[in-house]
């Protein structure tokens, strides 16, 4: 069943970034370890609501979409001239009585970065390794859900020289499985400086 979902989620994720094909420049990275800067106390915070935990892993500036998450066979548009990916790793830590069924979100209710100005950048990709059939004897008509431990990005195009000083991370539950529609939970968490690596 597993297997089936992998290649599912493959198709999903081809589907999404088909028109990202190109050869990529050569990466640039600036990479903080989450246990420095402001808000960073210590390593492995994890930020709650009273529904889940994330653990932000790395706070990532980059011109390549990350090469761990890439699908084999194919190439990544990178993003236009005077800007970068800020990429956003995270694992969910805590999942306390609600079945977490996807994050990112749509519309006016997605996961967004902001700068010290307040201005608002939506996300442009998203991916996630972690995904559990809640009924896995029923195969792809079982409904899915992000469990605890589960692993995920998220991707922002943001202008090269600002620095991204919070993120909203957006993500949808159920409390049961009979409730007819998602709700939304956001968690705000102020981000720390990103330092140029040598």
Not at 30 to 56: C, H
Not at 90 to 111: C, L, P, Q, W, Y
Not at 128 to 153: C, H, N, R, T
């Amino acid at each position: 069943m597993k297997t089936r979902f992998s290649i599912f989620s493959i198709l999903v994720i081809l589907v999404v970034l088909s028109g990202c094909v190109t050869n990529p420049p050569p990466v640039r990275q600036t990479v903080v370890p989450i246990s420095q800067g402001i808000n960073a106390k210590q390593e492995d915070k994890v930020y709650e609501d009273g529904r889940i935990g994330i653990i932000l892993d790395k706070v990532e500036r980059s011109d390549d979409y990350p090469s761990e998450w890439k699908v084999a066979g194919n190439q990544y548009l990178p993003p236009k001239k005077g800007q970068d990916y800020i990429v956003v790793y995270f694992t969910i830590a805590i999942i306390k009585n609600i079945h977490v069924v996807n994050f990112g979100g749509r519309g006016d209710e997605m996961s967004s970065l902001y700068d010290a100005k307040g201005q608002r950048y939506k996300l442009a990709h998203w991916s996630s390794k972690g995904w559990e059939y809640v009924y896995p004897d029923k195969g792809f008509e079982s409904p899915i859900e992000l469990v605890q431990g589960a692993k995920g990005i998220l991707i922002f195009v943001f202008p090269e020289k600002v620095q991204p000083t919070g993120l909203s991370f957006v993500y949808y539950f159920k409390v049961t499985w009979e409730d007819k529609t998602k709700r939304a939970g956001k968690i705000d968490i102020m981000l720390p400086k990103l330092v140029e690596q040598n």
